[in-house]
């Protein structure tokens, strides 16, 4: 059965499903605890935070542990934006939901400007725009890579107009983590989300530079004082498997291209079996695992339901998105037309997709595209 739903989530490998029943089982006191098992449990989380901020290539107490993506860059923009005199916001429409939906927020609240960055075609931020809007700016906040369709984002310019200015800049990097190496992060707060990497849900990072002031969203006395509650100690150490085994993995550079090879091939497969099809995205950088194919004048959705019916799984704009007839608002905001919106699936590749599975993927999407297609009446 092809699962091609990789952005969305990874299955978690065996040695982390492992690594949780341990911990449930072994590490299941409180690591503020000052007995002998709680220091226990504290020195595995600290193990794990190490392994964590090694695949981002930052010292183990920079990094905050939070419960994942969302919660790490909802501290990052109100932690920054709390922190501040300034209440300026600047971001893009490319986002994800969880920094779109949270500067729309802010922004009607009144109390937050949110500057939005200009796009150019497929989705990449116009980085040359930005000197001129980052004025009395409080932070900047741009992904690393899309999540709907992989483009990868200008993030060495971004940050290097952003230190001109002195103004911090948070990177969403879910979907780069774990994926592709981080020597040394080129921004100044960066999240990550372990579930992306074949780790456990509800847990991830939020990366801050020293001399980053933040004010912390949860109240309490752990990590630091920058995040209250108790840790999710088995969702850390399950994490803290899965990056050891991502490092190892990003090692060996041409597996990604191996990867990326196989991803093309699936593209090419499907452009040609399915007369009209586009690649949203085409042309720009993209992450070796991606790939959002437009299908003119189809509804994605019942693309997706006849593709699952048959074992395919993929998604269509984000996951959080599907159930919804709206076409994804990322694809519309790097200017895709409607009608191409509309019809738009997102495959995404992990680093265990095999070659089979893109054979049988190719066979059930050419398949399904003409079924649907022909009962369509759009
Ligand atoms: N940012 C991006 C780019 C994502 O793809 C996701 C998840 O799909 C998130 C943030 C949210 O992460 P989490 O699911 O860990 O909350």
């Known amino acids: 059965m092809p699962y091609l739903d990789n952005n969305a989530t990874t299955q978690p490998l065996p040695e982390v499903v492992d690594g949780v029943r341990r911990a449930l089982e072994e590490h299941w006191h409180n690591p503020s605890s000052v007995h002998r098992p709680g220091q226990a449990a504290r020195h595995a989380v600290e193990l794990a935070r190490a392994s964590l901020a090694g695949l981002i290539g930052v010292p183990a107490r920079q ?35 969880a920094v779109r939906n949270l500067a729309e927020r802010l922004e009607q609240a009144g109390q937050t400007e949110v500057r939005w960055i200009p796009l150019l075609e497929g989705g990449v931020v116009d980085a040359a725009a930005l000197p001129g809007l980052l004025e009395g700016a409080a932070l900047v906040s741009v992904q690393w890579a899309n999540n709907e369709t992989g483009v990868i984002q200008p993030v060495e310019a971004i940050a290097a107009a952003c230190r001109e200015r002195g103004v911090p800049y948070h990177c969403d990097a879910v979907q780069w983590v774990g994926k592709m190496p981080v020597e040394s992060p080129p921004c100044d707060l960066l999240t990550f989300s372990a579930h992306k990497f074949h780790g456990p849900k509800g847990v991830g990072g939020l990366w ?161 595209v003409d079924r649907v297609g022909g009962s369509m009446v759009r």
Request: hydrophobic share 45%; net charge neutral; with cysteine.
């Open 63 to 97: 990094v905050t542990l939070t419960s994942g993506g969302t919660e790490s860059i909802d501290l990052a923009i109100r932690g920054v934006l709390g922190a501040s005199g300034k209440q300026v916001l600047i971001t893009s429409r490319a986002e994800h939901a």
């Open 208 to 368: 801050v530079r020293p001399g980053v002031r933040l004010r912390p969203v949860l109240a309490g006395s752990q990590e630091l004082g920058r995040r209250g509650g108790t840790e999710n100690v088995p969702g850390i150490l399950g994490a803290g498997v899965a990056a050891e085994a991502a490092r190892a993995w990003l090692a060996n550079a041409g597996e990604r291209a191996r990867l990326a090879a196989l991803r093309d091939r699936f593209e090419s497969a499907v452009l040609e079996r399915c007369p009209g099809a586009v690649v949203n995205g085409a042309g720009r950088d993209r992450l070796w695992n991606t790939t959002n194919i437009g299908f003119p004048r189809l509804e994605a959705e019942a693309l997706l339901l006849a593709m699952s019916e048959r074992g395919l799984a993929a998604s269509a704009g984000s996951a959080c998105s599907s159930g919804s007839l709206d076409p994804s608002p990322v694809l519309l905001a790097m200017g895709v037309p409607p009608e191409i919106a509309h019809g738009s699936v997102r495959f995404s590749l992990s680093r265990f997709t095999t070659d089979d599975e893109i054979n049988e993927a190719i066979e059930i999407v050419a398949t399904c």
